[in-house]
């Protein structure tokens, strides 16, 4: 017997671009967000593991066709992984951050440029 996946299928067409922070301040959910300080991740892959609507993805830098600039370009190349999670499943429950062992998730609101310290005050 085969064990069958509940993810969704991987394409290998993704263009990666900067998301609008006046598209997603106009969305219904909270108004906070996942950041990830890439300098912290360790690439466990806790957060993918324990998030309950397998919305959270480490995917290979290769999947990335094109690019909306130079410099998202230079770090699609020279990433160990593209973090991914999917705006539309995840609800904001947090569960992931409080997971991380190195502490590289953290909640940050729509637009605030603040660092990671600032953002967990």
Known sequence: MSATSNKPPF???YELKVVDPNWLATRVKPKRHIGLDPDLCILCRACEDVCPWDCIYMLSPGIVDQTEGEN???AAKTAEAI?????NECTRCGICVDRCPS??????RVGDQ???????E
């Open 11 to 13: 394409y290998d067409d």
């Open 72 to 74: 998202l370009e230079t």
């Open 83 to 87: 973090f991914v999670i999917d705006d």
């Open 103 to 108: 502490d590289a998730l953290f909640y940050i």
């Open 114 to 120: 603040r660092d990671k310290a600032a953002a967990n």
